[in-house]
């Protein structure tokens, strides 16, 4: 990265290998690159591109995970993303600025399972001696227009229009018979208007806004909001609280993704939106000098038409077949409490804790627990830097990966620890030279965060990163 006149530029390339964790069918590959251009035709005219580009290809060691005792050799699946991204931002006047940009983003996701040697897949008559593909490539194009005007300090107005079409084509195959082509496109034009209002010598703020969604398929619908917060500066205690209506269209892949491993397709074209409302209150408080913070937060959601996962409409299917589905009406109730200690100045200690309450149609919701914390601990001297760091995740509901049934999954904890040493080396165009370390699962708890999926077990990665340029 770095500058050359009116242009600045970064260039990012990045690859990841793995042979991963089981004996066979379990690698991983990963290429990464990235780029930006920014280029300053005046002090107030800047204009940005962006480029980026995923590659990734793995092995699906469970992909026969119903089966019991079998596991997948030869299934794969290959994955290319590609963002283009163009934006022109300019300031007319000092109280007043305006950004236009347009995006595209690609993707290809190919799936491939050949016939599986010495396997006897017959469990629920699925065809595991099949060779089976399927391909899904969803396209999403925005175009954006932003301009916000301020008033001072204590007012800033913002207006935008959005316009984004999602596109996405599908195609599956077993043993070269097809099972279906999608070629679908979905547009959305969004209006926005947000003031953000600060007063009492920005004590006060209060953030109104609202959106306008005018939808193809679903028609438009109003989503307000409205935020604040207040400050007592004697004390130290924030006070803040909201309230916000949201609509969420179904996404491409709940929409469209098509058939495979022996399942009607999961994606469902008779989907409807999710409309939800939401409330919020929470209170920050610091003590001693910044040396404690606590928190807490209470929230309040409903939601129409829950999105979800249901069994497909096909009897014939397994049971752990499912598909994007409507779940009805779900009500949730949390709280979210956090408090950080400085304990000296080179050692900190966090935690925070989630208890999430709710109610759906049939008395259950998969994979999301009532209670998740976190714990981590900070020590920071001079050239050291260690974190350790406990995830905490209780019971939750969850579909079984042979049968389909529902059932419980039990809680777990893991460790992470993670550190780094500057060097104390002086090198020429070296700004600095650090070793580094991080330990997962630190002692190798196995838990499956979905069932029948165990992961990974305890693994460490070391090694070395260096900053060159000049000081």
């Given at each position: 990265r ?6 600045g530029?970064?260039?990012s390339a ?11 069918n379990?690698?991983y590959?990963?290429?990464a690159a ?9 002090e ?10 995923i ?16 596991r997948?050799?030869?299934s ?15 300031r007319?006047?000092?109280q007043?600025?305006?950004?236009i ?5 690609k993707e ?5 399972d ?6 006897d897949?017959?469990f629920?008559g699925f065809p ?16 954006e227009f932003?301009?916000?005007?301020r ?5 800033t107005?913002t ?7 999602r ?10 018979t097809?099972?279906?082509e ?5 547009r959305?034009?969004g ?6 209002i600060k ?6 703020i ?11 398929t ?9 935020s604040s917060?207040?400050l ?5 205690t ?7 209506e ?5 996404t ?9 491993f ?9 989907l ?5 409302w939401?409330?919020?209150a929470g ?24 999105i979800?996962?249901g069994p497909t ?23 979210e409490?956090?408090i950080n200690f400085k304990?000296?100045s080179f ?7 989630t ?5 759906t ?5 998969t994979?999301r627990?009532?209670?998740?914390g976190n714990?981590n ?12 760091d ?11 990966s042979v049968?389909?049934a529902n059932?419980t ?8 620890l993670?550190g780094?040493?500057?060097l ?6 070296l700004?600095d030279?650090?070793l580094?370390?991080?330990?997962e ?11 029948g ?6 693994n ?10 000049s000081?």
């Open positions: 770095g500058e050359a006149g009116k242009l530029y970064s260039l990045a690859r990841l290998e793995s042979d991963g964790f089981r004996s066979i379990d690698d590959r990963n290429l990235s780029s930006r251009l920014d280029y300053k035709f005046t107030d005219t800047n204009l940005k591109g962006i480029f980026r580009f590659k990734t290809d793995l092995g699906l060691y469970n992909s026969n995970n119903f089966v019991p005792g079998a997948d050799p030869n794969r699946e290959a994955l290319s993303q590609y963002l283009g991204k163009l934006e022109w931002e300019q007319i006047v000092k007043w600025d305006y950004r940009s347009g995006s595209i983003f290809h996701i190919k799936d491939t050949d016939p599986d040697p010495l396997t897949c017959t629920f595991c001696d099949s060779r089976t593909r399927s391909r899904f490539r969803p396209q999403i194009s925005t175009a932003q301009t916000n005007y008033l001072g300090k204590w007012s107005t207006l935008g229009t959005e316009f984004k079409r596109k996405a084509s599908t195609s599956s195959s077993s043993d070269g097809s099972l279906g999608i070629n679908r496109a979905i959305n034009i209006y926005y208007l947000q003031e953000q007063l009492l010598g920005d004590r006060l209060v953030i109104p806004g609202v959106r306008l969604d005018d939808h193809q679903f028609g438009t619908e109003w989503s307000p909001s409205v917060s207040y007592f500066r004697q004390t130290g924030k006070l803040k609280g909201g309230y916000a949201g609509f969420k269209a179904p491409l892949n709940e929409l469209f993704f098509p058939p495979g022996g399942c009607a397709a999961f994606g469902n074209p008779d409807g939106p999710e409309r939800s939401e409330l919020n209170v920050e408080q610091i003590l001693f000098s910044d040396r404690i913070t606590l928190g807490a937060t209470y929230f309040h959601r409903e939601v129409k038409d829950l979800g996962t409409p096909n009897p014939t299917d397994p049971a752990f077949c499912v598909r994007a589905e409507n779940l009805g009406k779900a009500r949730f109730d949390g709280v409490w956090l304990l000296l050692l900190s200690v966090g935690a925070n804790y208890y999430l309450d709710w109610d149609e049939d008395g259950r919701l994979r627990p009532r209670h998740r714990v601990l900070n020590y920071f001297y001079e050239r050291f830097r260690i974190n350790l406990a995830n905490i995740v209780g019971r939750r509901d969850d579909i079984d049968t389909g059932i999954k039990g809680g777990y904890v893991k460790f992470d993670a780094a040493y500057q104390p080396v002086t090198i020429p165009l700004k030279l650090s580094f370390g991080k330990i699962n630190l002692f190798n708890k196995k838990y499956e965060e979905a069932d999926f165990r992961a990974r077990p305890l460490f990665l070391l090694g070395m990163r260096g900053t060159f340029g000081k």
